[in-house]
């Protein structure tokens, strides 16, 4: 642009013109030369930056709780309110368990917060305790006396719509430039730093991790279904939890066996397995287990401590060696110096093997103190106080998971598959509890017995039956005449003999004077054919030849009953009204209808009964009509059409 414009560009050094080649190129020297020394400047400055750093001296923002005292060390803050509030954010950790925890324990509470920045820099401002503040806290590795350099990396980045960001990414602790213990007292060791980074890992559900609810279902979190493979998962809905592989049939993938079972089924049988896995007897077993483990870790150290004495038998003599040598002989000298310094490097492999093995050696409680926990455990397992997630952290630190697979043979078996933590598994068999339908199931006893006296007994009498027997309703209560029916009904036990010799049923009599049963109903409720009432008030009739003969006599009498075929006074070309209510595709209800409404003539005979002259008019009529009236949807009609045809009006 200078160039172009013919300005000149002055510097401390001199004037250059851009239009002359020769000024152009002394110019894009010295600003390479620039840049090359900002680089310098910038790794010079980053460097003794790192080296203050990895002496622990570098001075970086401390969070709070910690401030810099006038030597520049890191101490605790002064302030005993700040210290005790930082130090109940771990108190309530080891209490809780999670961050949310610690975030309820601190509700109502005010926390301190150290200001970056702004017109309150460096002051302590009060305020909430937040989740995110609270995870923060507890996996910050100042709070466990450590100092850290380079826990995270920024970098920048572009994002699509052109701006420029820098973005923070935590590193892992490997990557960490500098990690320097026991560099300023702590408010938690390194160790409990460690359980607590774990702990908070465990907690993240969204990372797939499962850790211990509060329900009363204790494999939550742990147990899996034997036919997919899949995590199963509690349900609460109902009084009893349950759990199920829900996952596998919203995916679609689930198998016939995937399906679900009672919480507590599973429950009894693996906290069974628990207590029995840590009785005394099983305990001891594992105390002389942990015997042989530290004798061969003794023997371990031991050898590794002797490899280090005869690396350093080896290193010395080198180095004697190496000096008996005259410098002259420089050939032999230089050889000499070699092998010593191969010796050296030997010597501290040796002795950081060794290192390692007496840092992994494990420590072991004693077996008094265990033999006295192991007692008290059953105890507080049941004890009111235990609360359920304690119930499933204790469970979880002996058992891996436990896998449910229904049995493919019998539906009310269940395999249960237990993966301790120690590698071994065990099988173990449970019978499904029965639902609330079959455990009000009367018992077979009961029936069989219902079924062997029932016939002959009435319903009373079978309840009292029953009774004596000390037999009762799957309910427990005792039968009455009313369970006694119930029973006959649902069993279908026989009744005792409703009719006695020579009675017939309404329905019978019918039959054998070929009429209808209303006919029959109407002589039995007008007093004209004598019956009496059976049990459950059902007519009994006694069907004498002599009651047979009059019944047949007034039926012969009646004008009201007749049969189709008899053709008493009918005229040629008229029609009975069963016979118009076929030809029109109707019932005869409908064309006794039509005729009382005057809308169809009808002549009555002799004997009072109606003859209809369907002209063709007459029935293209009838046919218009009834085309054109309401007629009721075909569920809502009597299934069961009254036998008018039967009956003249
Ligand atoms: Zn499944």
Redesign the pocket.
């Known amino acids: 642009m200078a160039r172009l414009t013919d300005t000149l560009v002055i510097d401390a050094d001199g004037v250059y013109d851009l239009s002359d080649i020769n000024d152009r190129l002394l110019l894009g020297l010295k600003s390479q030369m620039s840049e090359a020394e900002i680089h310098l400047l910038t790794s010079r400055l980053n460097e003794s930056k790192r080296a203050a750093a990895r002496r622990g001296d570098l001075r970086m923002p401390l969070p709070v709780g910690y401030v810099h005292d006038d030597e520049n060390m890191v101490v605790i803050d002064p302030d005993a309110e700040v210290a005790a509030a930082v130090a109940d954010v771990f108190t309530a950790f080891a209490a809780t368990g999670s961050a949310y925890g610690v975030a309820g324990a601190f509700a109502g509470r005010r926390f301190p917060r150290r200001a970056y920045g702004g017109a309150w820099a460096g002051q302590i401002r009060w305020g909430r305790l937040t989740h995110a503040r609270a995870a923060g806290i507890l996996t910050n590795p100042v709070y466990a006396g450590a100092y850290v350099f380079g826990r995270r990396r920024t970098r920048q980045a572009v994002h699509p719509d052109g701006s420029v960001h820098s973005c923070t990414t935590e590193l892992p602790r490997e990557q960490w430039q500098v990690l320097l213990h026991d560099h300023h007292e702590a408010y938690v060791s390194w160790d409990q730093f460690l359980t607590i980074e774990a702990k908070l890992a465990a907690n993240r559900t969204n990372a797939g991790a499962r850790p211990p609810r509060e329900g009363c279902a204790l494999c939550q979190g742990i147990v899996f279904?034997g036919?997919?493979?899949?995590a199963?998962q509690v349900r609460y809905q109902d009084r009893h939890p349950r759990y199920e592989?829900s996952h596998?049939r919203h995916d679609h993938v689930?198998?016939p066996?995937?399906g679900s079972v009672r919480a507590d089924t599973i429950d009894e049988v693996v906290t069974g397995a628990l207590l029995a896995a840590v009785a005394p007897n099983q305990i001891a077993l594992a105390l002389a287990a942990a015997d042989e483990v530290t004798a061969r870790h003794a023997r371990a150290a031991r050898a590794a401590g002797l490899a280090v004495d005869r690396a350093r038998y080896h290193a010395d003599r080198a180095e004697r060696a190496f000096h008996a040598c005259e410098p002259e002989n420089r050939l032999v000298a230089r050889s000499l110096e070699a092998r010593w310094e191969a010796r050296l490097a030997e010597l501290a492999e040796a002795q950081a093997a060794l290192a390692v093995q007496t840092s992994s050696r494990p420590d072991l409680p004693s077996p008094e103190q265990l033999a006295a926990t192991v007692a008290d455990l059953p105890t507080l397992w049941a004890a009111p106080t235990t609360s359920d997630k304690d119930r499933k952290r204790l469970l979880r630190t002996l058992l891996g998971d436990v896998t449910i697979t229904p049995s493919t043979q019998d539906n009310t078996r269940i395999d249960i598959g237990l993966r301790w933590k120690s590698g071994a598994t065990q099988q173990i068999q449970a019978t499904r509890r029965r639902n609330a339908t079959q455990l009000r199931n009367t018992d077979p006893a009961t029936i069989a017995l219902a079924r062997s006296i029932g016939p002959d007994l009435n319903n009373a009498g079978l309840a009292a039956a029953l009774n004596a027997a000390a037999h009762t309703t799957g309910t427990g209560h005792p039968f009455d005449t009313k369970a006694a029916s119930n029973l006959r009904h649902a069993y279908r036990i026989a009744s005792p003999a409703t009719l006695t010799d020579g009675e017939l049923t309404p329905r019978v009599v019918a039959a054998r004077l070929k009429t209808s049963t209303s006919t029959v109903h109407e002589w039995l409720t007008t007093g004209q054919l004598p019956a009496r009432r059976a049990r459950g008030g059902h007519w009994a009739i006694t069907f004498t030849p002599d009651i047979e003969a009059a019944c047949q006599q007034r039926l012969a009498a009646s004008g009201h009953i007749h049969r189709d075929t008899d053709n008493i006074d009918r005229q040629p070309g008229e029609l009975s009204i069963a016979q118009t209510a076929t030809q029109l595709g109707v019932k005869a209800d409908v064309v006794y209808y039509r005729a009382h409404r005057g809308y169809l003539p009808t002549r009555r005979g002799t004997s009072g009964r109606r003859w209809v002259t369907l002209t063709p008019e007459l029935e293209a009529d009838c046919r218009h009509r009834i085309a054109n009236s309401y007629k009721p949807p075909d569920h809502v009609k009597s299934q069961n059409p009254q036998p008018a045809e039967r009956i003249a009006v």
Do not use: H, I, N
């Not at 036919?227 to 899949?230: D, E, I, L, V």
């Open positions: 279904c036919a997919c493979g899949r199963m592989c596998s689930a198998t066996w995937c």
